[in-house]
């Protein structure tokens, strides 16, 4: 399984771009990447996934260059209620039927926005 | 669309009893998940099943920790007896053929003294 490696915290204010990078130098062929969010006593929620270029939504934008082995989260002019912790994820889609795969979330980026 | 619904929310219990966390998944998704967090390890898959059979329960912690989906709408994960390291927030996660991603529910915060 490609391991992924972010920054443990990070702190922006409001109306900036907030930009996480995520490293995963393993990822397989057949691996999306996946980024959750989750604010204190949620579970977490998907927020993003892609496979190559760019991804755009409602949300976020997620970069991912050429090489895959690493991807950027970003958030327009974020507002205190983005505090959160943001979790990079990378693997397949859908794990097979009677396989092993193991979505794994690691312990993520704390983002506080500060006024 | 209720979402994956957890009971109950909160629990606190005494060591050495049993306590038993429930979980619906969404109608329709065939994977469920049951995940642990904690400060020190983050957040941890402990079981996953799929069309209500265990495909691996390499993160389950103990013996004392058991999960059983004995239909598509319902699982359960049972802690016999519980310890006071056990305490945690519990999630329950499900997905369906074809969705990005996984549907948490709001977890339930277990307490045990």
């Known amino acids: 399984l490609a391991k992924t490696t972010q920054p443990i915290s990070m702190d922006s204010y409001e109306g900036q771009e907030v930009n996480i990078t995520c490293s995963h130098n393993?990822?397989?062929?057949?691996?999306?990447i996946t980024w959750y969010q989750q604010f204190p006593s949620q579970g977490p929620r998907f927020i993003i996934q892609g496979y190559k270029t760019k991804v755009t939504n409602e949300v976020a934008s997620l970069f991912i260059p050429a090489d895959r082995k690493s991807s950027t989260l970003s958030l327009p002019r974020v507002s205190l209620s983005d505090t959160a912790v943001y979790y990079c994820l990378v693997g397949e889609v859908r794990a097979p039927s009677g396989g092993s795969y193991i979505p794994t979330f690691g312990r993520g980026t704390s983002l506080i926005v500060h006024p | 669309d209720a979402g994956v619904i957890q009971s109950p929310r909160h629990e606190v219990t005494e060591m050495g009893q049993e306590v038993t966390l429930r979980c619906k998944p969404i109608s329709g998704h065939d994977y469920l998940f049951w995940y642990r967090q904690t400060m020190m390890r983050g957040l941890e898959l402990l079981i996953y099943f799929n069309n209500n059979v265990p495909i691996d329960d390499s993160g389950m912690p103990e013996d004392r920790f058991s999960a059983k989906m004995p239909n598509a709408s319902f699982s359960t994960l049972k802690i016999q007896p519980s310890e006071p390291r056990d305490s945690a927030v519990y999630f329950c996660?499900?997905?369906?053929?074809?969705?990005?991603?996984?549907?948490f529910g709001s977890g339930t915060r277990l307490t045990v003294v």
């Open positions: 996660a499900s997905s369906q053929p074809g969705q990005y991603g996984y549907t």
């Open positions: 393993n990822i397989a062929t057949n691996d999306y």
